[in-house]
């Protein structure tokens, strides 16, 4: 009976885990990012890319599930999901011929997987973050010495990343995309506006790397600004916001700006609350 709840539990987990990175590539319309519109601010990524790309780390999310379950929250539970991410993103450049579509994904994702099997009973989106929180401040031993894009403009502008996002219990998620979508909700809006607010809130917050990585300072700041505005008009409820959202996406077009690390923790967001 264990064993078999066991199963059943990491198969749960890992489908909703890539039921919301498909959400979130789904979600219609977003500024800079791809989506069941366009194609964004990206030239070699497309809708069914990152569909694609989402169905192949379903194996990766349950491996990660069944290796934590009921497993205590310490160094060795860190090192053992972080290879099974590090295989699942080798799988995932497989599948997209080498572009890289979510490995912050499989980071945020991967904890919060691994946070939910742990303590299984738990069902508190704040406890589950604060448990994958734990988790990720433990040391891998294993990590493999290289720069990566993130670790570069980390360094150059003093800036938190994915690792402390998640070492601190996902701040932007529990502060910004979790209140705003649940007010939103609410307050009558449609799921689809709902879930967009979510992801504006977080691009109004968060020191996107991936931003940074391909623009300026500047645009980071410029992007926070008509992102705050576009949920201070009320979103898509008012001729001004909608307005905001056209621009927002215009200079994101414009740029070549994709703000990816909202999206991993929009993602995020949705696992951790449908």
């Known amino acids: 009976m264990l064993a078999t709840k066991h199963t059943a539990l990491a198969v749960?987990?890992?489908?909703?885990?890539?039921?919301?990175?498909?959400?979130?590539?789904?979600?219609?319309?977003?500024?800079?990012?791809?989506?069941?519109?366009?194609?964004?601010?990206?030239?070699?990524?497309?809708?069914?890319?990152?569909?694609?790309?989402?169905?192949?780390?379903?194996?990766?999310?349950?491996?990660?599930?069944?290796?934590?379950y009921q497993h205590p929250v310490n160094q060795t539970l860190r090192e053992k999901i972080a290879q099974i991410g590090r295989d699942g993103e080798k799988v995932m450049l497989r599948t997209t011929n080498g572009v890289n579509t979510?490995?912050?994904?499989?980071?945020?994702?991967?904890?919060?997987?691994?946070?939910?099997?742990?303590?299984?009973?738990?069902?508190?989106?704040?406890?589950?973050?604060?448990?994958a929180g734990r988790i990720a401040s433990f040391h891998d031993r294993y990590r493999p010495v290289q720069q990566t894009n993130g670790q570069s403009v980390k360094k150059r502008y003093a800036v938190m990343g994915a690792e402390e996002e998640a070492r601190l219990g996902f701040p932007h998620i529990r502060d910004n995309a979790l209140p705003t979508l649940l007010h939103a909700r609410a307050c009558g809006k449609t799921e689809e506006e709902a879930r967009i607010e979510?992801?504006?809130?977080?691009?109004?917050?968060v020191d996107d790397t991936c931003i940074l990585h391909r623009g300026r300072?500047?645009?980071?700041?410029?992007?926070?600004?008509?992102?705050?505005?576009?949920?201070?008009?009320?979103?898509?409820?008012?001729?001004?916001?909608?307005?905001?959202?056209?621009?927002?996406?215009?200079?994101?077009?414009?740029?070549?700006?994709?703000?990816?690390?909202?999206?991993?923790?929009?993602?995020?967001?949705?696992?951790?609350?449908?």
């Open 12 to 68: 749960s987990l890992a489908a909703k885990a890539v039921k919301a990175l498909m959400e979130e590539a789904l979600l219609t319309p977003k500024p800079g990012l791809v989506d069941a519109r366009d194609n964004g601010s990206h030239s070699d990524m497309s809708i069914d890319l990152m569909l694609g790309s989402a169905r192949s780390l379903e194996n990766t999310f349950r491996e990660i599930a069944n290796v934590s």
């Open 102 to 131: 979510h490995k912050g994904a499989i980071w945020a994702l991967g904890l919060l997987v691994s946070a939910r099997a742990a303590l299984p009973e738990e069902r508190d989106p704040l406890q589950i973050m604060s448990i």
């Open 198 to 205: 979510a992801l504006l809130a977080l691009m109004a917050s």
């Open 217 to 274: 300072w500047s645009d980071l700041i410029t992007i926070k600004r008509m992102s705050g505005a576009f949920l201070a008009a009320d979103g898509f409820r008012t001729q001004s916001g909608r307005k905001l959202f056209y621009r927002l996406s215009e200079h994101c077009k414009f740029r070549r700006l994709s703000p990816g690390g909202s999206a991993d923790l929009l993602a995020a967001t949705l696992f951790l609350i449908d």
